[in-house]
């Protein structure tokens, strides 16, 4: 069972940036995809980008393709999520899953406890 443990989260301005981490243990950690999702106050969870276990397919929503990026380091099992231009509707519970490679959160098996960013006007 692969455990995750997300970190960087905060606060910051509109306009600024944060850069998530997620630590897996385990030994199959690195053949796991790995994904980020978020859950606004009072909106269900949602996909935000996800990164195969080779890190040679990235996938991110609309919404912030052109604003944040995922990558991983197997080598340290971490995987992290850059977050540039950061809008007050970013705000939320970010989390980090492990499973395959998709933007249904049925495809993920493990997750972790979240990280709660918070993006002020």
């Known amino acids: 069972q692969v455990q995750l443990v997300e970190s960087g989260g905060g606060t910051v301005q509109a306009g600024g940036s944060l850069r998530l981490s997620c630590a897996a243990s385990g030994r199959t950690a690195s053949t796991y995809a790995m994904a980020w999702f978020r859950q606004a106050p009072g909106k269900e969870r949602e996909f935000v980008a996800t990164?195969?276990?080779?890190?040679?397919?990235?996938y991110a929503t609309d919404s912030v393709k052109d604003r944040f990026t995922i990558s991983r380091d197997n080598a340290k099992n971490t995987v992290f999520l850059q977050m540039n231009s950061l809008r007050p509707e970013d705000t939320a519970v970010y989390y980090c899953?492990?499973?395959?490679?998709?933007?249904?959160?049925?495809?993920?098996?493990?997750w972790g406890q979240g990280t709660q960013v918070t993006v002020s006007s």
């Open positions: 899953a492990a499973g395959l490679y998709s933007s249904r959160q049925s495809e993920y098996n493990a």
């Open positions: 990164i195969s276990w080779s890190g040679n397919r990235i």
